[in-house]
């Protein structure tokens, strides 16, 4: 399963959990999670995403995470007033090692392991002259 949430630890912050996918390397989720960033925020919109292996026993084994910066994403979304896309972006999953590295996920094969990402930015209701009014 993956774990879903945005930016830095916070009280309130929102995260979201993906649905179990039993007995395979390559789960696919297809779900869609939706957080508000704020213009105020300097459109900190960081993405992170952590995956882990779900067992019946124990503590479900951490796979790797990663995380997106949609900054200007939402920036243009903003500022154009329409829905912004980054569609079928390959992420590497990392992990860090006892000594403190970062390094990229191996998978069973061999191979460094990635999640595939996709995003929609949208602007505010009624767009920008609208959020102007509500900040």
């Not at 939706?34 to 993405?47: E, H, I, L, T, W």
């Not at 995380?67 to 939402?74: C, K, Q, R």
Request: charged share 25%; aromatic share 10%; hydrophobic share 30%.
């Amino acid at each position: 399963y993956c774990l879903v949430d945005t930016g830095p630890p916070k009280e309130g912050k929102v995260r979201n959990r993906t649905l179990k996918v039993y007995n395979t390397y390559t789960p696919v989720w297809n779900e869609t999670f939706g957080y508000p960033v704020k213009q105020g925020d300097g459109y900190g919109a960081v993405v992170n995403l952590e995956l882990r292996d779900w067992d019946l026993v124990g503590e479900h084994d951490f796979i790797g995470h990663c995380s997106i910066d949609l900054s200007e994403l939402a920036k243009t979304a903003y500022e154009v007033g329409e829905p912004q896309y980054l569609l079928n972006e390959w992420m590497n999953l990392l992990h860090e090692t006892r000594s403190g590295k970062i390094k990229t996920v191996k998978g069973h094969n061999g191979k460094t392991s990635k999640v595939k990402v996709s995003f929609k930015c949208m602007p505010p209701p009624g767009g920008r002259e609208a959020a102007a009014r509500r900040t």
